[in-house]
C-alpha cells in the first residue's frame, strides 16, 4: 500500500513553455501532498504543501506565479511550471500524507529539463 | 529556524560490516519527528527509520538502529551487516508543524 506516482517521469521541454507534472496518491486518500526540488547531488527542498481543495502554501523564496499547484481532488495534485526557463531543470518529487503529515509517501520524482 | 546537518558527504563500507551515519539538527520545538531516508540511484525517496521526539526509546528496524541523544540534538543511524543494495545517498530529516527539513545528504559506498 501507500503508494504515490509521478507522470511524466522525464520531460524535455523549449525554454518558454509550461509543463504540467501529475502526483497521483494510488491506494489512499491524500489530504496532503507537498512538492519537492532536488538539484544534482543536492538535497530536497520543500517547494509548498497542499491541502486538498485549498490554496497551497509555499516556501519562501517560491515563486508561486512561476509554481502553480493545484490539489483539486484527494488523489491527484499537480504542479505547472510556467514559462519554463533552464534554470528550472531540476528534479521535482512529490509526495503525500494521508491521516498524518510527518507520514509522507514519495513519488519516483519527475526530471524536467528545459532547453 | 530548524536545520539538519550530515557532516559526512561520503561515507564507505565493507560488506557485511557496521557503518554509522551522523546528523545533528538545531530546533527550538519540544515535539518532533526525524527520519532518516534512503535514496539510491532510482531516486525514489525510501523510509528508513523514524523516531518521535518523545520516545526516548532508540527506533530500530532490522538491521537499521538510531542513536537518538535529544539533549545533543543528535541523530545517528547504524546500519548492520551491510549489504550491496544499502549503498545510496541517504538523508537525514526533521519534522515539525506541516514543515520538513533534510539534511544534505550522505552518500554511502559498500564495498563487496
Known amino acids: 500500500g501507500a503508494v504515490v506516482s509521478q507522470h511524466p517521469s522525464w520531460v524535455i521541454c523549449k525554454s518558454g513553455t509550461s509543463v504540467k507534472i501529475e502526483c497521483r496518491s494510488l491506494d489512499f486518500q491524500a489530504t496532503t501532498m507537498f512538492w519537492y526540488r532536488q538539484f544534482p547531488k543536492q538535497s530536497l527542498m520543500l517547494m509548498a504543501t497542499s491541502n486538498e481543495g485549498s490554496k497551497a502554501t509555499y516556501e519562501q523564496g517560491v515563486e508561486k506565479d512561476k509554481f502553480l499547484i493545484n490539489h483539486a481532488s484527494l488523489t491527484l495534485s499537480t504542479l505547472t511550471v510556467t514559462s519554463a526557463h533552464p534554470e528550472d531543470s531540476s528534479f521535482y518529487i512529490c509526495?503525500?500524507?494521508?491521516?498524518?503529515?510527518?507520514?509522507?509517501?514519495f513519488g519516483p520524482g519527475t526530471r524536467l529539463t528545459v532547453l | 529556524a530548524q536545520t539538519v546537518t550530515q557532516s559526512q558527504p561520503e561515507m564507505s563500507v565493507q560488506e557485511a560490516e557496521t557503518v554509522t551515519l551522523s546528523c545533528t539538527y538545531d530546533?527550538?520545538?519540544?515535539?518532533?519527528?526525524l527520519f532518516w531516508y534512503k535514496q539510491p540511484p532510482s531516486r525514489q525517496m525510501i523510509l528508513v527509520i523514524r523516531?518521535?521526539?518523545?520516545?526516548?526509546q532508540n527506533a530500530t528496524e532490522n538491521r537499521f538502529s538510531v542513536n537518538f541523544q535529544k539533549a545533543a540534538k543528535s541523530f545517528s543511524l547504524k546500519i548492520s551487516d551491510s549489504q550491496l543494495g544499502d549503498a545510496a545517498m541517504y538523508f537525514c530529516a526533521y519534522y515539525s508543524g506541516n514543515q520538513f527539513y533534510f539534511g544534505t545528504g550522505t552518500s554511502l559506498t559498500v564495498i563487496p
Open positions: 530546533t527550538s520545538e519540544s515535539d518532533y519527528y
Open positions: 523516531q518521535e521526539a518523545y520516545k526516548q
Open positions: 509526495s503525500a500524507s494521508e491521516l498524518a503529515p510527518h507520514e509522507q509517501f
